[in-house]
């Protein structure tokens, strides 16, 4: 079974092939192709929801074409079109919708609608050591910051979320104020390099108390404190980055490891686009050893958004014995919790 993967959910035009391995090909993604936008909107320092429609409705079909050139395949050698139906801007995952579904009525194929931050969870899956279930899932994107608990496909538990700027957002915010630019999250972790970790101390915002919830606005707040009580140079600039990725790299393991305790689970899977954050990689690893809890991450290519996880988290529901739904709608909200698929046991 081959099934292609559409993601247009905000800045990213994200299209690949995934193979369950059972015909002629081996498992796994065929081909995967990403335009990333970051061109569009560097001007107006984030995303500009408009231009990012215009933009996935003149990046999506060529795309297509390309992955489908790179696999080899034509449209005859499908079996299904899976395509982003939320959450995220709704104009921008209208155009891969919109297409999903065209494409795959004139190619007499099923399109299905997928949950963007479910292809994050299970994009470490698709690496070639994949992590087993039960398992403890951070997900650390633009728009999310989750601890939840994965009892199988179709099996989640919210445990914890951010009560206001998911991480992401947070270091977006704080490049800005920074002037590191768009986007911002790489932009700020390049300057942390440079940072002195022993300048500046942030705090570990709703660590001291019971509780997996998170909560970020504040890190930005003393981020711009910090920058008007100091001459902003270049070296004060990194020492704030470095001493900002440290707190929410802090912040993130606490909660995990409180997580993993509570919920008694001995693997993490970390996924979304901060997950790509080398201080954060080496921070829930250290974690990881003093607990002796796995951590699994995805290929760095599959941290930010991508097609790959949306064909693969298709693929994985139909295993999981989910049938096509025929309503055709895409939501710029969507909680994970309704995606969860009624047990048998
Ligand atoms: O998962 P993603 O591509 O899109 C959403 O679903 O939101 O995540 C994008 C977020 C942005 O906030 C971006 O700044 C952040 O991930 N990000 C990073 C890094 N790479 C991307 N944050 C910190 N360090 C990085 N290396
Ligand atoms: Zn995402």
Same mark, same amino acid.
């Given at each position: 079974?081959?099934?292609?993967? %559409?993601?247009?959910?905000?800045?990213?035009?994200?299209?690949?092939?995934?193979?369950?391995?059972?015909?002629?090909?081996?498992?796994?993604?065929?081909?995967?192709?990403?335009?990333?936008?970051?061109?569009?909107?560097?001007?107006?320092?984030?995303?500009?929801?408009?231009?990012?429609?215009?933009?996935?409705?003149?990046?999506?079909? #060529?795309?297509?074409?390309?992955?489908?050139?790179?696999?080899?395949?034509?449209?005859? =050698?499908?079996?299904?079109?899976?395509?982003?139906?939320?959450?995220?801007?709704?104009?921008?995952?209208?155009?891969?919708?919109?297409?999903?579904? *065209?494409?795959?009525?004139?190619?007499?194929?099923? $399109?299905?609608?997928?949950?963007?931050?479910?292809?994050?969870?299970? $994009?470490?899956?698709?690496?070639?050591?994949?992590? *087993?279930?039960?398992?403890?899932?951070?997900?650390?994107?633009?728009?999310?910051?989750?601890?939840?608990?994965?009892?199988? %496909?179709?099996?989640?538990?919210?445990? +914890?979320?951010?009560?206001?700027?998911?991480?992401?957002?947070? /270091?977006?915010?704080?490049?800005?104020?920074?002037?590191?630019?768009?986007?911002?999250?790489?932009?700020?972790?390049?300057? $942390?390099?440079?940072?002195?970790? =022993?300048?500046?101390?942030?705090?570990?915002?709703?660590?001291?108390?019971?509780?997996?919830? /998170?909560?970020?606005?504040?890190?930005?707040?003393?981020?711009?404190?910090?920058?008007?009580?100091?001459?902003?140079?270049?070296?004060?600039?990194?020492?704030?980055?470095?001493?900002?990725?440290?707190?929410?790299?802090?912040?993130?393991?606490?909660?995990?490891?409180?997580?993993?305790?509570?919920?008694?689970?001995?693997?993490?899977?970390?996924?979304?686009?901060?997950?790509?954050?080398?201080?954060?990689?080496?921070?829930?690893?250290?974690? +990881?050893?003093?607990?002796?809890?796995?951590?699994?991450?995805?290929?760095? =290519?599959?941290?930010?958004?991508?097609?790959?996880?949306?064909?693969?988290?298709?693929?994985?529901?139909?295993?999981?014995?989910?049938?096509?739904?025929?309503?055709?709608?895409?939501?710029?909200?969507?909680?994970?919790?309704?995606?969860? %698929? #009624?047990?048998?046991?």
């Amino acid at each position: 079974m081959r099934i292609l993967g %559409i993601e247009t959910s905000c800045d990213e035009t994200g299209i690949a092939i995934y193979d369950d391995g059972l015909g002629d090909s081996p498992e796994g993604i065929l081909a995967h192709r990403l335009y990333s936008q970051i061109a569009v909107h560097a001007d107006y320092g984030g995303v500009v929801p408009e231009l990012a429609s215009r933009d996935h409705v003149r990046k999506t079909i #060529p795309l297509i074409k390309e992955v489908l050139a790179d696999a080899n395949l034509t449209p005859q =050698d499908l079996d299904g079109v899976a395509y982003t139906a939320g959450p995220g801007l709704v104009g921008a995952l209208l155009v891969g919708c919109s297409i999903g579904r *065209s494409l795959a009525y004139g190619w007499e194929l099923p $399109a299905v609608p997928v949950h963007h931050m479910e292809g994050h969870l299970l $994009a470490p899956m698709l690496e070639e050591t994949p992590p *087993s279930f039960p398992f403890l899932a951070l997900l650390v994107s633009g728009g999310h910051t989750q601890l939840i608990k994965v009892s199988q %496909i179709g099996a989640y538990e919210l445990l +914890g979320e951010s009560l206001d700027d998911a991480a992401g957002e947070a /270091f977006d915010k704080t490049a800005k104020l920074l002037n590191l630019g768009y986007p911002g999250g790489p932009a700020l972790a390049r300057c $942390a390099e440079h940072g002195n970790p =022993d300048r500046f101390t942030f705090p570990r915002p709703m660590t001291n108390r019971p509780g997996l919830d /998170f909560s970020f606005s504040g890190l930005k707040t003393f981020a711009l404190t910090t920058s008007q009580q100091n001459t902003l140079d270049e070296q004060t600039c990194a020492d704030i980055a470095r001493a900002f990725e440290d707190a929410v790299a802090d912040t993130l393991a606490i909660k995990c490891k409180r997580a993993l305790q509570q919920a008694e689970l001995s693997t993490l899977v970390v996924a979304g686009g901060v997950s790509a954050n080398k201080r954060l990689r080496s921070t829930l690893d250290a974690m +990881g050893k003093e607990l002796n809890v796995n951590v699994f991450y995805p290929r760095h =290519d599959f941290c930010t958004d991508n097609g790959a996880m949306i064909a693969y988290a298709r693929y994985q529901r139909l295993l999981a014995g989910e049938h096509d739904k025929l309503t055709i709608q895409v939501r710029p909200r969507w909680p994970l919790s309704e995606l969860n %698929i #009624p047990q048998t046991v």
